[in-house]
C-alpha cells in the first residue's frame, strides 16, 4: 500500500550525458517531494482501530524500472500488509498524510472484501 508516494516517468531512447543529468533530476525532484512530509502526522488504521503508522517505512526505487513504455521512479513512504493478515469479511484501511505546513494533504480510504 502506497501512504504517500510520488511517481516521475520519461521516455528513454539512447543513454546520453543529457538523459543522465534528466534522470538525476527526476531522482531529486521525487526526492524533494517525500522530503515535505511530516512523518510524524502520518495515519494508517485497519479498520479504524488498528494504528498501522510505526509499519510505515520510506523506500525509493534505487534504479528507474519499465512502465507502459516509459521509465519511471519512485520515492514514498509504503506500508506492506502480510498476505493472509485479513479475516474472511469486508476491512477498512484508512491513510493519512501532509506536507508540514498542511497545506498538502493525502486522506485514502480503501474498502476491502476477504472472501
Known amino acids: 500500500m502506497i501512504i504517500s508516494n510520488r511517481y516521475l516517468s520519461t521516455y528513454k531512447k539512447i543513454l546520453t550525458k543529457e538523459n543522465l543529468k ?14 515535505i512530509i511530516n512523518k510524524d502526522i502520518i495515519s494508517v488504521l ?6 498501522m503508522r510505526d509499519k510505515c517505512i520510506r523506500l525509493s ?9 516509459k521509465m519511471g521512479i519512485t520515492d ?6 502480510k498476505p493472509n493478515c485479513f479475516t474472511t469479511g469486508k476491512h477498512a484501511v484508512s491513510s493519512f498524510g501532509s506536507c508540514r505546513s498542511g497545506k498538502i494533504q493525502v486522506n485514502m480510504k480503501y474498502h476491502l472484501t476477504v472472501k
Open 22 to 35: 534528466f534522470d538525476e533530476k527526476l531522482r531529486d525532484d521525487a526526492k524533494l517531494e517525500i522530503d
Open 46 to 51: 485497519i479498520d479504524d482501530s488498528i494504528d
Open 61 to 69: 526505487t534505487p534504479d528507474f524500472f519499465p512502465l507502459d513504455g
Open 76 to 81: 514514498g513512504y509504503w506500508l506492506f500488509i
